[in-house]
């Protein structure tokens, strides 16, 4: 086991290599780019908008919400929270739904939870109103958080895999920076109306979009699963290799494993468990969904202006420095590979909050106290920047990619409950760790993103240039496949 891992973990891998040395041609694992996978990917990724676009709102719409409905700060923060509770709800049965009705009616059954939550919003009258609207929107976000990636991932060839799982971290940043870009602009009840183009996009998208060729197969739905495939790859593209290796997966799987929850707990799955769950644990740890959601919060506390620290963060974040970071992740995913992106994220998200702790420091010393809202600015920018190219969407393309088909369902329910469950834990005592030290807070964030680096760099593998197949063969070890 420690050898095969070690061999997933360092290796590039080059498929088309034989065990003789030869080169092989690998068809329609290799093939082009076709406008139905992009598409598909397209309307996908609407529901990631979607998830951006809320995560953002409860900090910009705050001083709005707060004024026009008479909220106390208690019953803020319960809308502000709320939000990872219903995450979590969604999280726990969507696997189990994603294989029962399929990935495209899942998604299509997110949004029947995140357009009402929406107009909740948008009509509220009350606190009430707000929570179960915001619930409801994080039920829906809980299923796109897995169903996305897992989606985008099995329809698209290994080559383009990378590149095109992580555009739902481009749609996320996106959605993320124009809440903050307009948020300060227009009303919030506007701005809950703005989103639902993406949800409705995606919602009539997907009568239009082919269902994961994978799950088909799994169904032993063949022909379905032949249409899709060569849908996908190109009508001049020929599929049988890849075919032929999906269902030798699905048969070898079906001989040696049981879909069941306690299946995740056989040995063969603990290192996959392992990587899948320690990203999630680190991600939301290392301080992603307090900068989220309470960025008005720490400016305010660096004495600089909400209104113009989130705006100007907006601006800088939309067109300067996130989306750039977040498409250049997208363009590099399948070139440097996954672990070099997110070492150079985690390293990076961790001396960028060492300058915030830093600031803050300063802060508490009464010296240089003028530097502490620019050097907060610089920080929270740079840990924007940083996240966004690796650790905030890679922990969800790797996801996607190293758990076989037999325990997908229950792996990627587990490792996406335990990333919402971590986001309510960090919101939750957010206010209690500012309360208790500015500077020991994003010192602690800065030294989980420290150890995110040491987990990386010791664990997690290298999935760059290999199909699902193969990773999924060498990362669980079955007696017949083992290397």
């Not at 998830?51 to 409905?69: P, Q």
């Not at 929270?81 to 979590?88: A, F, K, R, V, Y």
């Not at 699963?225 to 075919?243: C, H, K, P, Y």
């Not at 800065?446 to 664990?459: D, H, M, P, Q, S």
Request: proline share 3%.
């Amino acid at each position: 086991m420690a050898a095969s891992t070690r061999s997933l973990l360092l290796e590039d891998g080059n498929p088309n290599v034989n065990d003789n040395g030869d080169c092989n041609e690998e068809r329609s694992h290799d093939s082009s780019i076709t406008p139905i996978l992009v598409l598909s990917t397209f309307i996908a990724v609407c529901g990631s908008f979607c998830y951006g676009f809320a995560v953002g709102y409860s900090s910009t719409a705050e001083s709005g919400i707060r004024k026009d409905l008479g909220l106390s700060v208690s019953e803020y923060s319960v809308f502000g929270s709320i939000l990872t509770i219903g995450g979590m709800i969604g999280a726990i049965p969507s696997g189990k739904i994603a294989d029962f009705i399929g990935r495209k009616r899942t998604m299509w059954l997110s949004e029947i939870f995140c357009i009402p939550g929406w107009l909740l919003i948008a009509f509220a009258k009350d606190a009430w109103w707000l929570d179960i609207g915001r619930l409801l929107i994080g039920v829906g976000v809980g299923l796109i958080t897995y169903v996305v990636p897992v989606y985008i991932a099995e329809i698209t060839p290994k080559n383009h895999r990378g590149g095109f799982t992580s555009a739902q971290q481009l749609m996320i940043s996106l959605g993320f920076a124009l809440v903050y870009f307009i948020g300060n602009i227009i009303s919030w009840r506007a701005l809950s109306l703005i989103v639902l183009i993406s949800c409705i996009l995606q919602l009539v998208g997907l009568f239009f979009i082919p269902e994961s060729p994978r799950w088909l197969a799994k169904l032993d739905r063949e022909k379905e699963f032949e249409t899709t495939l060569q849908w996908l790859r190109g009508m001049n593209v020929d599929i049988s290799q890849e075919a032929n290796d999906i269902r030798d997966t699905i048969d070898n799987i079906s001989q040696h494993s049981r879909a069941k929850f306690l299946s995740l707990f056989q040995r063969k799955y603990a290192y996959p468990i392992i990587v899948g769950g320690g990203l999630m644990v680190l991600q939301q740890f290392g301080g992603t969904s307090a900068v989220s959601y309470y960025s008005s919060s720490i400016y305010v506390k660096a004495n600089f202006s909400t209104i113009i620290g989130t705006t100007t963060a907006g601006i800088m974040q939309m067109i300067f420095l996130q989306i750039p970071a977040s498409i250049a992740g997208v363009l590099l995913l399948d070139i440097s590979g996954r672990r070099r992106l997110l070492l150079v994220s985690a390293i990076g998200t961790c001396l960028s909050l060492v300058l915030v702790g830093l600031s803050f420091l300063l802060q508490e010393l009464h010296y240089l106290k003028e530097l502490t809202p620019i050097l907060t600015f610089i920080g929270l920018l740079g840990y924007g920047v940083t996240f966004a190219i690796g650790m905030s969407g890679i922990p969800w393309v790797i996801m996607s990619e190293i758990f076989p088909l037999d325990v997908k369902a229950s792996a990627g329910s587990l490792v996406t409950l335990v990333n919402w469950s971590g986001s309510w834990i960090v919101t939750y005592s957010f206010n209690f760790m500012m309360e208790w030290s500015s500077t020991g807070t994003f010192f602690f964030f800065a030294t989980i993103c420290g150890v995110t680096a040491l987990f990386i760099w010791k664990l997690v593998p290298e999935t760059k240039g290999r199909t699902l197949e193969e990773i999924q063969a060498t990362i669980t070890h079955f007696p017949s496949e083992a290397c």
